[in-house]
C-alpha cells in the first residue's frame, strides 16, 4: 500500500511540474498587451455566457488514474478549485487521511508529502519543465474549471493574440493565430455552450490535450464529471479525474500547515525521495 501511494505522489508530481511551463517574456507583459479585445469573437459564441465563467468554487470527491508512459495507477482524492486562489489535489488513498498534496497557487506550487514529512515549494518561473511557455497558473486553473475564458472576456492562455473562430455544424472550433510557442485549439459544443475539448501543441513536440464528459448540474452550472488531461513531452502521461459528489458551495480555501516538523526540500530531492 506505502509502495502504491509513493509511486502515485510521484507520478502527480511529475504531471504537475511538466504541466508547469516556464514563463516566457511573452507571459510576463502586462495582461492588456497579453490578451487584446477579443469581444467581436466572443459575441457569437454560446460558450462564452455568464453561466460558464460563474463558477467560483469547485469541491469534490476524485477518482484518479494515471497512466505514465505505460504504468497504471489508480488513487483516491480530492479536488478543490477556488478562483482567483488556488488549486488543491488532496491523495487519500483510503479516501479518509490524506497522505500528501499538490497545490497550485497563483504564485507557485507546492508539493507536500505526509508520508515522509517532506516539501517543496517552487514560483512558476523557477519549475524545470520542458518549455511549454503559457502553462501557467491561469492556464491550470481553466483546465480544471472547464473554461477558455476569463470572466471580463480576456483568453486564458498567456501570449495568445488572435483566435480565428470556424461553425462545425455542432460546435465552434476556435484556433489561435500567430507565432506564439504553443498553439491552441478549443472545441465548443454550440447546445450547451460548454468547452469539451482544448489542444495545445508546440512546434518542438510537446502536447496537452484536455477532454471534458459526462456534463451534469453543479447547482445551476452545467459542469464535467470526467476530466482527463494528456500530456507528451519527455514524458506520456494521462491524467483522468472521476468527480463525485461535486459542490460549488462557497468554502475557503488556505494551503495545508507546515509546522517544524516538515523538512524542505530542493526539487530534485524531493523527487529522489519518493521514487
Given amino acids: 500500500m506505502v509502495q502504491n501511494i509513493k509511486k502515485g505522489i510521484f507520478a502527480l508530481l511529475t504531471f504537475a511540474l511538466l504541466l508547469a511551463g516556464c514563463k516566457s517574456k511573452e507571459a510576463m507583459q502586462s495582461q492588456?498587451?497579453?490578451t487584446p479585445?477579443?469581444?467581436s469573437i466572443i459575441a457569437v459564441l454560446p460558450a462564452v455566457t455568464p453561466d460558464t465563467v460563474a463558477l467560483?468554487?469547485?469541491s469534490g470527491n476524485a477518482n484518479i488514474r494515471l497512466n505514465v508512459s505505460g504504468s497504471n495507477i489508480s488513487l483516491k482524492g480530492k479536488l478543490r478549485v477556488k478562483r482567483g486562489e488556488g488549486v488543491q489535489i488532496s491523495i487519500t488513498p483510503l479516501g479518509l487521511i490524506e497522505a500528501a498534496c499538490i497545490e497550485f497557487m497563483p504564485n507557485s506550487i507546492r508539493f507536500i508529502n505526509k508520508l515522509t514529512k517532506t516539501y517543496t515549494e517552487v514560483p512558476y518561473s523557477e519549475a524545470k519543465a520542458i518549455g511549454l511557455s503559457g502553462?501557467?497558473?491561469r492556464v491550470i486553473e481553466g483546465i480544471f474549471l472547464d473554461y477558455a475564458f476569463?470572466?471580463?472576456g480576456r483568453i486564458a492562455c498567456q501570449g495568445v493574440k488572435e483566435l480565428v473562430a470556424q461553425d462545425k455544424g455542432d460546435s465552434y472550433h476556435l484556433a489561435t493565430k500567430g507565432n506564439t510557442a504553443m498553439q491552441y485549439n478549443f472545441t465548443v459544443d454550440k447546445e450547451s455552450g460548454m468547452l469539451v475539448s482544448c489542444n495545445g501543441y508546440s512546434s518542438s513536440g510537446e502536447s496537452i490535450k484536455c477532454d471534458y464528459s459526462d456534463f451534469g448540474k453543479i447547482g445551476d452550472i452545467l459542469f464535467p464529471n470526467d476530466i482527463s488531461i494528456n500530456f507528451k513531452g519527455d514524458?506520456?502521461?494521462k491524467l483522468d479525474f472521476g468527480l463525485s459528489?461535486?459542490?460549488n458551495k462557497p468554502f475557503s480555501l488556505s494551503?495545508?500547515?507546515i509546522n517544524s516538523s516538515y523538512r524542505k526540500q530542493s526539487v530534485g530531492d524531493f523527487i529522489k525521495s519518493i521514487k
Fill in 32 to 34: 492588456e498587451e497579453e
Fill in 37 to 39: 479585445d477579443i469581444s
Fill in 56 to 58: 467560483q468554487h469547485l
Fill in 135 to 137: 502553462i501557467n497558473y
Fill in 150 to 152: 476569463l470572466p471580463d
Fill in 235 to 237: 514524458a506520456v502521461i
Fill in 245 to 247: 459528489k461535486a459542490s
Fill in 255 to 257: 494551503t495545508r500547515n
